[in-house]
Antibody, heavy 124, light 106 residues
Framework: EVLLVESGGGLVQPGGSLRLSCVASGFTFDEYGMDWVRQAPGKGLEWVSG????????GYADSVKGRFTISRDNAKNSLYLQMSSLRADDTAFYYC?????????????????WGQGTLVTVSS | SYELTQPPSISVSPGQTASIACSGDKLGDKFVCWYQQKPGQSPVIVIY???KRPSGIPERFSGSNSGNTATLTISGTQPMDEADYFCQAWDTRLGVFGGGTKLTVL
């Protein structure tokens, strides 16, 4: 059974930092691209960042570029999102998702598994 | 930046056909995915590569993409299909989601 379990969310002040983790199981982690997708409460989905199987190709949404850093540790079956200079509009549920291709941006693929999400609240 | 536009909501009677549009510049030149999300749940893929159904997705779900518009069609809509639907495409390695469409079955 494929499982993606996110952790690391919580309440943080504006300007602060947070590191999200996603531990994967049930599949060969180092063969697939992964990404982070967020959803503000009651709002739509927003793609945040993606990383390919070998960490050679990484992409960020304009809204987080320069503030967020995605990484993965294939030896630990883990995906990470380091978030800094957090703002109120970063408040959202953050989902990690497994892609069906090695390249996260391969448009022939899709996200076949999602985690349950971890809530990040940026507020003073 | 690339944008995808969806109607905020549509409603359909049980057994009827629901069509959800997703528009973007030359969208027909890209592959489009559709995700279904029910309240309190993570999204689920229903259509990929414009018109392909993953295993386990009912045949009543279909998709098309041409010109500037992709369409998700649900034939014989059932009450269990009531959910939010999001289209998604890639634009030079950046993911783009549509704003989402709330499908009400009543």
């Amino acid at each position: 059974e494929v499982l993606l379990v996110e952790s690391g969310g919580g309440l943080v002040q504006p300007g602060g930092s947070l590191r999200l983790s996603c531990v994967a199981s049930g599949f060969t982690f180092d063969e697939y691209g992964m990404d982070w997708v967020r959803q503000a409460p009651g709002k739509g989905l927003e793609w945040v960042s993606g990383i390919d199987w070998k960490s050679d190709y990484i992409g960020y949404a304009d809204s987080v570029k320069g503030r967020f850093t995605i990484s993965r540790d294939n030896a630990k079956n883990s995906l990470y999102l380091q978030m800094s200079s957090l703002r109120a509009d970063d408040t959202a549920f953050y989902y990690c998702a497994k892609y069906t291709r090695r390249l996260y941006y391969d448009s022939s693929g899709y996200r076949d598994y999602w985690g349950q999400g971890t809530l990040v609240t940026v507020s003073s | 930046s690339y944008e995808l536009t969806q109607p905020p909501s549509i409603s359909v009677s049980p057994g009827q056909t629901a069509s959800i549009a997703c528009s973007g510049d030359k969208l027909g030149d890209k592959f489009v995915c559709w995700y279904q999300q029910k309240p309190g749940q993570s999204p689920v893929i229903v259509i990929y590569q414009d018109d392909k159904r993953p295993s386990g997705i009912p045949e009543r779900f279909s998709g098309s993409n041409s010109g500037n518009t992709a369409t998700l069609t649900i034939s014989g809509t059932q009450p269990m299909d009531e959910a939010d639907y999001f289209c998604q495409a890639w634009d030079t390695r950046l993911g783009v989601f549509g704003g989402g469409t709330k499908l009400t079955v009543l």
